[in-house]
Every structure is written in C-alpha cells, then in structure tokens.
C-alpha cells in the first residue's frame, strides 16, 4: 500500500510541477514571443507532432504494459524497443525535413521544424519512464523531469531577455531533452540488463501493437490539433497564438488523470483478468474522482476566464477568453477519456479505437473548415469539442465498449446535476467575477453532499484497493 500510495501521490505532485513549469514557459514564450512568434512556436510543435509519430507510435503505452504483466522481460522488451525506435527515427527526421521545404514554409519556419526533428531520437527517454512506471517508481522520473523543465524555463528565458529569434528556443529544446535522456539512462541501466539482440517476433509485436496504439494516438491527436494546423493556413500566425494560448491553458489542468493513470494503468493492467472485480471497481472510482473534479473547475474557468487571461496572458489575448471556456467544458472528456481509452488498451481494442478515431477526425475537419473562417479561434475551440462529443457518443453505442461508457455516463450524472444547478443559480442571481466562483462552488458543493457525490465509502473502496494490490 505504501508503495502505491506514494507513488500516485508522487505522480500527482510530480505531474503539477511539470504542468506548472509548462504553463509559466508557456507564459513566457507568448509574451516575450509576442503572436506572430508565438504562433510559429506553436505551429512547429503541432507540425513536429506527427512525425513524432512515426518514431513513438504507441510503444510507451504498449511497452508499460508488458512490462507491468512480464516483469521477468524487461531486459529483452526495452532492449528490443530502443532498436525499433531508433530505426524508426532515421525514416522520420528526413520525412519531417523534406515535407516542410516541399510544402514551400518560409525560411525560419522551416529552420525551427529541422531543430525539432533532430529532437526525435531523443524521444528514447519515454522508454525508461515506461520502466520506472511498471515498477511504481515515478520518483526517479521526476528527479530528472522537474529540473529539466526548469533549466529549459531558464534557457527560454534567457533568449527572450537577449531578443533572440525563435529557432534558439528549439536549441534550448534540444539541449534540455539529450540531458534529461543523459540522466535517466544513468539511474535506469544500473537495474536493466538491457538485451540488444534483434527479435524478430518481439519486434514484430511490438510494432503491431503499438501501431495500432499508434494510429489511434495519432488520429486523435490529430482531430485535436488540426485545428491549428487549419487557423494557421486560413487566418494566420496571430489567430494560432491566441488560439495556443486556450490550449496550453486547458492542457495545464490535466495533470490529475495524467498523475492518476500513471499508477492506475499498471494496476488495470495487472488485474484485468486475474482479479475482475478489482477492474471494475478501480475504474469506476476513477471515472467518479475525476468527473467529480473537472466539471466544477469547468464551471469556474467560465466564470473568470477574462480576467484569467488578463492576468496571465495579458491584454493582447483577451480574444482567447471565448476559447478558453469552450475547450474548458472540453476537459470533461480529458478527464473520463483518461480512464475509458487506457481500458481500451489493456482489452486489447486498438483497432476499434483507430476505426472511431476515423470517424471523430473527419468531423472534426467538416466542423473546422465550416467554423474557423467565420469565428476564428473559437470556431475551432467549438470543433474542437463537438468531435469530442461525437467519440463519446460511438463509444457508447458500440457493444464492445458499451458497459465501460454507460459505467461512466452512470457514476457523471451526479456532478452533472450540481453543475447544471450551479450555473442555473448563477443565471438567475446574474452574480459574476470571484463571487460568481465562489457561489458556483459552493451550490456544486451542497448539491454533491445532498445527493451522495463522492462518499467516505469511495475514499475507503480506494485505500482498500490500494492496499489489497500492495499486498498480491
């Protein structure tokens, strides 16, 4: 129990640090960039995004399961890994350079793209995260993670002071990630005797498998950024910076199923079929824990999102306000997706998840390429949700994975209805500003207690899970 007790709480206080220092780089990049550089930034980083695909895959994920199931492999699962990863990487770095000059970029765009590309080896790093994982060791992850994140906020830091152009960013990028490899590659292959020895059978199923998560991945990912990729073509850098500025807002609040996922997917993993009851019972906490969080921070961004963006972002972003609180009733589906997608992939419904992907993307692009021309940013934050909304939707009605959305819809209701109640009295009382947060808070509050939201019992069903997995 101690173990993974600590180690979620680990994850939890490790994952904010690095959203924390996420969110002020992110500050400071948008305003030292200021919209047009900003934008090229965050164009570069969406761009680099699917060739970083073709190296990553879904090896992590698919990796920290088989670890977290074979313990007794991990020398010949991560050494056969490296050698796919890095073979993978000599076809995309090229890919990712040759496109960009073939599509016509300009000169410093397509500079930043060929530094984020000389990146993607370095992307090996994920691999000894997924070892420390298994293992329910997420501290040493954190112990080079966090000081990594604050020596590249210091470099970015440093080039704005001196008015550097963009491209010295993704050098500073490029330092940062070869250090933070460095370093865990020190702490790792003292424990791993990492097998070199080419498998063909293991390669094979490993690239079977993490394509599939793959493709998912980057569908996926691809309805959530194409967006940009189209406000970046239709209505320029500057709409792509305000735009990026309601991103990484929203982003920052995932830390919670980010920190929770981290010990629960092995646990997941492990009892899926050895322990069915345990399954269940884990999942459906988790899917009650974080509806029961995000829906009223939701409620509260909406709230306050003007003045959130003054006060962070500044005055020349306060068209991201809209945008913001749009993509904020978004992370409802973050926050359950965490736990409905990482079941998918310890059933082993890759395929299924990439056929559904097909589908929200191609809403995604009809609902974009409809909106983004009439209203910009928010058209694309409104898209943006309304495939979430779809996928949600298909999952729920297909048979195979039926019971784990009804499971959720079931344990939602609840802070469903409290948020619901919460913006209705807010409606009629017209309260705005901080006091509008705080009487949302406080109906959303007494709504949960009266109904039975989240009970002492959920909290001891926690400590009990917990504890009888330490023990087995």
């Given at each position: 129990?101690?173990?993974?007790?600590?180690?979620?709480?680990?994850?939890?206080?490790?994952?904010?640090?690095?959203?924390?220092?996420?969110?002020?780089?992110?500050?400071?990049?948008?305003?030292?960039?200021?919209?047009?550089?900003?934008?090229?930034?965050?164009?570069?980083?969406?761009?680099?995004?699917?060739?970083?695909?073709?190296?990553?895959?879904?090896?992590?994920?698919?990796?920290?399961?088989?670890?977290?199931?074979?313990?007794?492999?991990?020398?010949?699962?991560?050494?056969?890994?490296?050698?796919?990863?890095?073979?993978?990487?000599?076809?995309?770095?090229?890919?990712?350079?040759?496109?960009?000059?073939?599509?016509?970029?300009?000169?410093?765009?397509?500079?930043?793209?060929?530094?984020?590309?000389?990146?993607?080896?370095?992307?090996?790093?994920?691999?000894?995260?997924?070892?420390?994982?298994?293992?329910?060791?997420?501290?040493?992850?954190?112990?080079?993670?966090?000081?990594?994140?604050?020596?590249?906020?210091?470099?970015?830091?440093?080039?704005?002071?001196?008015?550097?152009?963009?491209?010295?960013?993704?050098?500073?990028?490029?330092?940062?990630?070869?250090?933070?490899?460095?370093?865990?590659?020190?702490?790792?292959?003292?424990?791993?005797?990492?097998?070199?020895?080419?498998?063909?059978?293991?390669?094979?199923?490993?690239?079977?498998?993490?394509?599939?998560?793959?493709?998912?991945?980057?569908?996926?990912?691809?309805?959530?950024?194409?967006?940009?990729l189209l406000l970046f073509s239709l209505r320029g850098a500057g709409e792509v910076g305000r735009y990026a500025v309601a991103v990484r807002a929203t982003e920052a609040l995932s830390i919670l199923p980010e920190a929770v996922m981290l010990t629960v997917f092995p646990i997941l993993a492990a009892t899926h079929h050895s322990q069915p009851q345990r399954f269940h019972r884990i999942y459906r906490l988790s899917f009650k824990l974080l509806s029961t969080i995000i829906l009223p921070g939701a409620l509260v961004i909406t709230v306050l999102r003007e003045p959130c963006v003054r006060v962070f972002f500044g005055e020349g972003y306060r068209e991201s306000a809209v945008p913001l609180a749009v993509l904020a009733w978004g992370m409802f589906f973050a926050y359950t997706g965490a736990v409905y997608l990482n079941l998918f992939i310890v059933r082993r419904l890759q395929r299924l998840m990439v056929v559904v992907s097909v589908g929200t993307l191609a809403v995604n692009v009809v609902v974009n390429l409809w909106l983004i021309p009439r209203y910009g940013a928010t058209g694309a934050a409104v898209a943006t949700v309304v495939s979430n909304i779809f996928g949600y939707a298909v999952w729920a009605l297909h048979p195979e994975t039926a019971p784990f959305m009804a499971e959720c819809t079931r344990v939602t209701a609840r802070p469903l209805a409290g948020v619901a109640l919460a913006w209705l009295v807010l409606a009629v009382t017209g309260a705005d500003g901080l006091v509008a947060a705080a009487v949302a808070a406080g109906v959303y509050g007494g709504t949960l207690l009266l109904t039975g939201g989240v009970t002492r019992s959920d909290l001891n069903l926690l400590r009990r899970l917990v504890a009888s997995e330490s023990a087995a």
């Open positions: 129990m101690q173990k993974l007790a600590s180690n979620t709480a680990v994850g939890l206080v490790g994952t904010a640090a690095l959203r924390g220092l996420g969110f002020i780089t992110t500050l400071v990049l948008a305003r030292g960039l200021g919209e047009r550089g900003f934008g090229i930034y965050s164009f570069v980083g969406v761009y680099i995004f699917f060739f970083g695909f073709i190296v990553d895959l879904g090896i992590e994920r698919v990796v920290t399961r088989e670890l977290a199931a074979a313990p007794e492999r991990h020398g010949r699962l991560l050494g056969n890994a490296i050698i796919l990863k890095l073979g993978l990487a000599a076809i995309a770095v090229p890919a990712a350079c040759m496109v960009a000059w073939l599509v016509g970029m300009d000169a410093e765009t397509r500079y930043c793209i060929a530094l984020a590309a000389f990146g993607l080896p370095l992307s090996l790093d994920l691999l000894f995260r997924s070892y420390f994982q298994s293992q329910y060791e997420l501290k040493y992850v954190y112990a080079v993670t966090i000081p990594g994140s604050l020596f590249f906020l210091l470099l970015v830091a440093v080039c704005i002071r001196w008015s550097l152009p963009v491209h010295d960013i993704f050098y500073a990028g490029l330092l940062n990630a070869g250090l933070t490899l460095g370093l865990l590659m020190a702490i790792a292959l003292p424990r791993i005797r990492l097998s070199f020895v080419p498998e063909r059978a293991l390669i094979a199923t490993l690239l079977r498998d993490a394509g599939e998560v793959g493709a998912f991945v980057l569908l996926f990912m691809f309805a959530m950024r194409i967006d940009q």
